[in-house]
């Protein structure tokens, strides 16, 4: 069945700051809306609740800082790549489906869909390791 509960906007109108912002929870709600941002410095995110199948979100880091994922099986999925430089020669590329943490820097957004069982990150994901 088709229905858009949350509506076509990312953030309801007139909205303040504080109604989409996850704070310090190392699993936030994200059942009511579709965009949100984190603004607390290093926090270790690992799960979002009021996820069911199909749910895409949005998540900005807007912290001055970094935001952690926790990478895992039963909560958040990420393909991550880190290019790293060695000897100053070559590139190395490393790809990792699950476990680790990934550091989101200030100002990046990642889409996460929600697949029945866990949220999976929307696309790939490329970074220098000097970046994290």
């Known amino acids: 069945p088709t229905r858009l509960p949350y509506g076509l906007s990312f953030v309801k109108p007139d909205a303040n700051t504080n109604e989409f912002a996850i704070g310090t929870s190392a699993t936030p709600d994200v059942a009511y809306g579709t965009y949100f941002s984190q603004a607390v410095s290093a ?3 690992t799960n979002f609740l009021g996820g069911e199948r199909g749910k895409i979100i949005y998540l ?3 912290t001055g800082s970094v935001v952690l ?3 895992s099986a039963g909560g958040i999925r990420m393909n991550n790549v880190v290019i790293a430089a060695s000897g100053g020669a070559q590139n190395i590329f490393t790809l990792s489906a699950t476990g680790g ?3 989101m ?3 990046e957004t990642l ?5 029945g069982t ?3 990150l929307i696309g790939s994901r490329v970074v220098l390791s000097t970046q994290i």
């Open 43 to 45: 926090p270790t995110i």
């Open 60 to 62: 900005r880091a807007t």
């Open 69 to 71: 994922i926790g990478n």
């Open 101 to 103: 943490t990934a550091t």
């Open 105 to 107: 820097l200030d100002g």
């Open 111 to 115: 889409g996460f869909m929600h697949n």
């Open 118 to 120: 866990d949220w999976s």
